[in-house]
């Protein structure tokens, strides 16, 4: 199911094959969980370096593309080495300010992920997330980050079914989520070093510069294209990530940053995995618990117990003797009910209802639904369904601006920026040691998040580590965090907050994955206050 709002990603973009990763990244060193000092900003503004001039000094030729205006932006792909002539061509879209009288500039947004488009959800109906006072007063320009979707050149991993090549298509031997045997770790393994080789193989040279560190010098070679002395930023999720590194890097080319579904980049990769794990686990049972409230009489059961049943049952059934998928040869495997279950404790007022009836029906034996939720691009027929795919030219959209529509690379981008982005093991022990733990706090869910991490175990090294922000300079920065996040938790939002000169804290009390946009008039006009007005938000604001 397509919703028209931001689609916020996170881990959840690939946890049903190996190699994926939580919100952090990864680099071959063993597990060190003390806090290292933060990337220092530039000595030198990099906007009056000689070698960066060419990019700095762009003005992107907009063109229109449907409801909106298209444009490309040049960036070093190596900015030790900008002269060397290997870039970056980024594609932008924005929403010109329905009230140019009163405009004061451009709100650059990320969606998050890392690896969502911001020009595919521009187009694709984002516009709408942004309220209509923020869309009077700014341009909304999305962007594409490096190596992600429509960028060029972009992150290629080779065909999706690349690292599934040799393995037997049987419902005898579906892949665990829990590894414990040496032949089904030995298996994870595999898989994991299948995916690296495969990336290496076809993207390797761009591998080493799709980080973070650079997506935020790209930002700010952004706002300099766009006209801006300063920059107005809103990112959900990983985005939130983004603004924090921009913030660190140019804090005096900030004017505001939003930061909703907050990120903490103080913590390790297992104290994340370890705890968003945790995380969906009890967004799964506030599922249960509160099912009738959403979905009403679609509920798999009609208690909370019951409904908890119903899920365990599946998973203990999957693991064993995966469920048919109409119209494919493919069978959903745990791995795959994991990926839908927990995708669909993102937006629960609109997730929870088709969570339910896919439940119910793989109850009965038949998991196309469930495979559905879990990977919208599945190909399935005779599913009893009258509805067009959301992608398909039937569903009304407009043909040229589905044209345009860059490739999804989601699912390597997540693999590819996070595994530059923080510190992993090259030693499998850790893996297990941290999967055992996961197992008893958070069971299946909880040891799929750390197999996804394998993948980083064999990834180039980056040069980031977990540490607590430095940016003096910067004004003050609005976070968000909402109570019920399965996937950036808020005490992440609290402890990012604390970190920030002047940060201030607005809090959601709900469920899901973050909150403008989503939540509620409360949330949407601090958000706004801030944004066009600079208004603080007084410390301890809940809605």
Known sequence: MKHPTIKRGSLILALAALGATTLAGCHRTTEDASVQPAAAAPTVDPAEQSALQTFYQQKPTWTPCGELQCATLTVPMDYAHPENGQTFTLPLARKAAADPAQRIGSLVFDPGGPGESGVGQLKDGALSSFSERTRARFDIVGFDPRGVAGSKPAIDCGPSDATDQ?????????????????AERNAALADAARQVAACKAHSGAILPH?????????????????????????????GTYLGTVYGELFPHRVRALVLDGAMDPSLTWSEQTLQQGKAFQKAVDDYAQQCATVAHDACPATTPDGIRKVITDL???TSKHPLRI????????????????????????????????????AHNGDGTKLAELASPGISTQDNNSDD???DSPDAGSDLSDTAEQAPDNSSVAITAVNCLDQPHPSDPQPYWDLMERANKEAGAIGTSTVLAELTCKDWPAGQQQPHRVHADGLPPVLVVGTTGDPATLY????????????????TYNGLGHTAYGRSNACVTDAVDAYLTDLKPVPSGTTC
Do not use: F, H, I
Request: overall charge negative.
């Open 326 to 361: 109409k119209g494919t040869t493919e069978r959903l495997d745990e791995n795959l009910l994991l990926t839908a279950v927990t995708t669909s404790m993102y937006t629960p007022e609109a997730q929870w209802p088709d969570l339910s009836e896919a439940l119910r029906a």
């Open 315 to 317: 998973y203990a059934r």
């Open 388 to 390: 067009s795919p959301d």
């Open 166 to 182: 040799d393995q037997p298509a049987s419902d005898d031997t579906p892949t665990s989520v829990y590894p414990t045997t040496d």
């Open 491 to 506: 005490p992440w939002a609290q402890s990012l907050a604390a970190q920030l000169p002047g940060g201030m804290l607005l």
């Open 210 to 238: 799709v980080g973070t560190l650079d997506a935020a010098r790209d930002l700010d070679v952004l706002r300099a294209a766009l006209g801006d002395d300063k920059l107005s930023y809103l990112g959900w999720s990983y």
